[in-house]
């Protein structure tokens, strides 16, 4: 079974353009998280996506966007780059039941660095 | 609002050494508790998960985590680590129903062989 893939791996772009990252989930996943992981803060919680809706946020700005596709695929955006937006970025998988079977698959991440 | 803490962020052991690593959170109502380990070029995976029942849950590769509720902690534990287990290890929260994962700043763990 094929992981979570994400695309592109490495990013760099200048302050005040924007971004679009993808992220293609684990096949019969309906579910995608978004994580923003920087040195000292861990992991922060972007957004949530389940068949094409969002189920929840974190408590980023609203420059950070995301969407799902019919097929699970899922992007987010980030407009008008700041220093700060430098990071990895990571999205993970699951069938999005959170019983006790269900896990997050995380794929290899989005290296976005902003000059 | 929701929070972990790992107050060890640097630890560093030697092999067969015992390891416990901290984690609290920070929440009033039910949750699920998780162990997720990234080893040097590698993704994150989950180590092991706590959602009810015996508090004390076995994970992959020797580890154990306990949750005490009264002290809303969720300690990971290995009797003997080996070298292999170098890595950065993240404590995770999720409320059941809110589709929101918290994660702790992580613990940087170094075995010396």
């Known amino acids: 079974k094929a992981g979570v893939t994400q695309t592109p791996r490495y990013l760099i772009k200048t302050r005040g353009q924007q971004v679009t990252l993808s992220c293609s989930p684990i096949?019969?996943?309906?579910?995608v998280s978004w994580y923003q992981q920087t040195p000292g803060q861990g992991l922060q919680f972007l957004f949530e996506?389940?068949?094409?809706?969002?189920?929840n946020k974190g408590n980023f700005p609203g420059r950070f966007s995301g969407r799902q596709f019919s097929n699970s695929r899922s992007e987010m955006n980030v407009s008008t780059l700041e220093l700060g937006d430098s990071a990895l970025y990571l999205c993970a998988s699951s069938t999005g039941t959170q019983s006790l079977t269900d896990t997050q698959y995380f794929g290899p991440g989005t290296r976005l660095t902003v000059l | 609002a929701q929070s972990v803490s790992q107050h060890n962020h640097h630890v560093i052991l030697s092999e067969a050494a015992s390891l416990e690593l901290g984690c609290n959170y920070s929440y009033g109502g039910t949750v699920n508790l998780f162990w997720y380990v990234q080893y040097p070029g590698q993704h994150l995976q989950l180590l092991l998960k706590?959602?009810?029942?015996?508090?004390l849950v076995k994970g992959i590769k020797g580890f154990e985590a306990e949750f005490i509720k009264s002290k809303f902690s969720f300690n990971l534990r290995k009797p003997s680590v080996q070298w292999s287990d170098t890595a950065e290890y993240f404590c995770?929260?999720?409320?059941?129903?809110?589709?929101?994962?918290?994660f702790g700043t992580g613990t940087r763990l170094k075995v010396l062989a």
């Open positions: 996506y389940f068949s094409e809706t969002q189920r």
């Open positions: 096949s019969g996943h309906r579910s």
């Open positions: 706590y959602f009810s029942g015996d508090p």
């Open positions: 995770a929260v999720n409320a059941p129903g809110t589709y929101k994962y918290i």
